[in-house]
C-alpha cells in the first residue's frame, strides 16, 4: 500500500515539487518507505471558479499551461484543480479560460476538487475524464453526513480538518482508503470563520478574473478579509491540537486504513512548505541534507 501525499500549488511550488519527486526518486534511503507522490493541487491563475485559497495574477498563456501539465504527468503525478469556489452558478460555466485548463488536461490522469453541485454536473458531463473530489470547503462535521458524502462518486472526500486526532470518531468512518486528511491546517481548531472566509475567497476570485479579463489599468481594489485565527509559518501550525504529526502517520492512521495526507501550502512561502515536505517524508537522520539540496538545487525539465 502507498501513503499517498497530496502537494500544494501546481504552479508556485513547481520546481520544489518536480525535484521532490526526483529526490524519492534518486535517493529513497533519504524517505520513508511506501510514499508517494499522489497529486499536486492548485490552479492556474487567474481561475474564476478557484476555491480555498485567494490566486491572482495575470492570466497563464496556453502553452505555458500544457508544459506544466505535462511536466507533472510525464511523471505520473495527478494535477488537481481546485475549482471548489462556493459561488459558481448557471452563468459562470462559460468561462473560457477555466474550460481550457479542463480541455487542457483531459486525459484521464487528472482530478478536479469540487463544491459547487452546479459545476460538478458540469464537469462529469462534459470533462467525464477527471476524478472528482469532494473539497474540506464543505466542513462534513457529523459523522452521518460524511458517511453520506462517501457513497457518492466521489474519488476522494477531504475531511474537515477538525476530524484530526479524534480517533474515536475516525473508527467509525467507512471507506477510510477514500479520506483525505489535511495534516496541517493553518486555522486554530474549531475556527467560527472559516466559512465566511471560503465565502470571501469565491467572491475575490470572481471579481480578479473578470478584473484580469477587461485589461484595466486601475488598480485592483477588493476588500480584505483579515483573520486572527490563520497561522501562516509551518512549525506554528504544529501547535494546534488538529496537527497530524509525522510518527502518527505511520504509526496510527495507515494501520487503522487512511492512506491519503493533504499538505497544506498554498499562499504560503517555499521555505515553510519546503519545510513541511522535510517534517512529513523524510527521515529525520536525513532532513538537514534534504532541505539544503531543496533551497539550492535547480529543476531540469523532461522534455516529453
Request: charged share 30%; proline share 5%.
Amino acid at each position: 500500500m502507498s501513503i499517498n501525499f497530496h502537494l500544494p500549488d501546481i504552479v508556485e511550488n513547481f520546481n520544489i515539487n518536480i525535484l521532490l519527486y526526483e529526490l524519492i526518486k534518486t535517493r529513497p534511503e533519504c524517505f520513508w518507505p511506501d510514499i508517494k507522490i499522489a497529486s499536486v493541487y492548485g490552479t492556474f491563475p487567474t481561475s474564476m471558479w478557484n476555491g480555498g485559497r485567494t490566486y491572482g495574477g495575470v492570466s497563464c498563456e496556453r502553452r505555458f499551461i500544457v508544459e506544466i501539465l505535462n511536466q507533472y504527468n510525464i511523471r505520473g503525478i495527478p494535477c488537481r484543480y481546485t475549482f471548489s469556489n462556493p459561488h459558481i452558478k448557471e452563468e459562470h460555466l462559460n468561462d473560457s479560460f477555466c474550460n481550457m485548463c479542463l480541455r487542457l488536461g483531459h486525459n484521464g490522469l487528472n482530478e478536479v476538487i469540487v463544491v459547487s453541485p452546479v459545476l460538478e454536473e458540469y464537469i462529469r458531463k462534459n470533462y467525464p475524464k477527471y476524478k472528482l473530489i469532494s473539497s474540506t470547503c464543505k466542513q462534513i462535521k457529523d459523522i452521518e453526513g460524511l458517511k453520506e458524502e462517501l457513497e457518492k462518486d466521489y474519488s476522494l472526500v477531504v475531511l474537515d480538518y477538525n476530524w484530526n486526532n479524534c480517533f474515536e470518531d475516525l473508527e467509525k468512518v467507512p471507506y477510510k482508503e477514500r479520506c483525505e486528511l489535511l495534516i496541517n491546517p493553518c486555522c486554530v481548531p474549531n475556527c467560527q470563520r472559516r466559512k465566511e472566509h471560503y465565502d470571501y475567497i469565491g467572491r475575490y476570485q470572481m471579481v480578479i478574473a473578470e478584473y484580469v479579463k477587461r485589461e484595466s489599468r486601475k488598480p485592483f481594489q477588493f476588500e480584505d478579509f483579515s483573520c486572527e485565527c490563520i497561522t501562516p509559518h509551518f512549525y506554528e501550525t504544529t501547535k494546534h491540537r488538529t496537527h497530524i504529526k509525522p510518527e502518527d502517520i505511520y504509526e496510527k492512521y495507515v494501520p487503522m486504513g487512511f492512506e491519503n495526507f493533504k499538505i497544506e501550502g498554498r499562499a504560503t512561502h517555499q521555505s515553510s512548505v519546503i519545510e513541511s515536505y522535510v517534517y512529513y517524508m523524510v527521515k529525520p537522520e536525513y532532513r538537514d541534507e534534504i532541505r539544503l539540496t531543496m533551497h539550492v538545487s535547480e529543476v531540469k525539465l523532461v522534455k516529453k
